[in-house]
């Protein structure tokens, strides 16, 4: 079970406790809250960049970094091109997990590189679709869940950065996509036997559409498609889950990132909450 602990904000950004405590406070041994006679309502991009800034706190010059994808995401991209350019951080190199993250990163003019050229990766920061109470994940909503899983494997620190809206008591169980990426051949065998894999907890599997009013399927970075299953009930077993999901010839990955975060930082109404294992 991860443990918890809470920030105190500056007076500019404190909050009032939330009324009804997160699952995952209800879950950890200790609990605290941060009380403050205004109490500003924060958006949910403010409390995403809240987030996000706190994360780059533990960003050192001469770092490489694994650099995610997302909205979440996009904030700590801005914060360490803001540093670079002041010169509060140098010699930072970033190894992008999409083609939108190296775009965003090449034009704050942060230094990029490969994970072919830089095999270990210092620390690596990314948003999440679900965090559970064990620091599991679901990942890839965004697309970007087969580079972000290699990237994130690869590197010795995970920091997750989300706001509250993503914490679940399990996995699958926002009624949201858990995206898995497959190969363009026979998609549509593939969706069938995904649905039919989690058959028991409601599976609904849908093909990715680009978003654009036509149904044309969404491409991936890597020229793969990506089949989103929604499920009724959350899974029991995630690593079980996992393991049959990548056992079929044609997945490529699958959104659960278990065991791979080293700590959430968590955004929310109570204040900023560093959540480690
Ligand atoms: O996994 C991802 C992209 O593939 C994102 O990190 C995830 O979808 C969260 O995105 P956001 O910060 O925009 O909510």
């Given at each position: 079970m991860a443990s918890l602990s809470f920030l105190h904000l500056s007076s500019a950004t404190r909050f009032t406790p939330r009324a009804t405590p997160l699952n995952h406070r209800a879950r950890t041994q200790k609990s605290f809250s941060i009380r403050s006679q205004s109490a500003p309502v924060l958006s949910q991009d403010e409390l995403k960049k809240l987030a996000a800034d706190k994360a780059v706190e533990s960003v050192k010059s001469g770092m490489v970094l694994g650099l995610g994808t997302g909205s979440t995401a996009a904030f700590v991209v801005d914060k360490l091109g803001q540093l670079l350019s002041t010169g509060q951080l140098s010699n930072i190199v970033g190894i992008p997990t999409s083609k939108r993250t190296q775009e965003q990163a090449a034009s704050l003019n942060i230094p990029l590189s490969t994970l072919d050229l830089h095999?270990?990766?210092?620390l690596a920061i990314d948003g999440a679709d679900e965090v559970d109470p064990n620091l599991d994940l679901v990942k890839g909503r965004g697309g970007a869940l087969l580079r972000e899983k290699m990237v994130e494997a690869a590197s010795s620190s995970f920091i997750v950065v989300a706001d509250d809206?993503?914490?679940?008591?399990?996995?699958?169980?926002?009624?949201?996509a858990m995206p898995v990426e497959v190969v363009q051949f026979c998609w549509k065998y593939n969706l069938v036997r995904l649905e039919g894999l989690f058959k028991e907890l409601g599976c609904e599997a849908k093909l990715r559409l680009?978003?654009?009013?036509?149904?044309k399927p969404y491409v991936t970075d890597n020229m793969n498609y990506i089949v989103d299953l929604y499920f009724k009930n959350p899974i029991k077993d995630g690593f079980a889950a996992g393991k049959e999901i990548s056992a079929m010839?044609?997945?490529?990955?699958?959104g659960l990132f278990l065991g791979m975060a080293t700590s959430v930082i968590i955004a929310g109404k109570t204040g900023v909450e560093v959540m480690t294992k």
């Open positions: 095999p270990h990766i210092d809206s993503k914490l679940v008591s399990g996995l699958g169980g926002s009624g949201l680009a978003g654009d009013g036509s149904e010839e044609g997945v490529v990955e699958h």
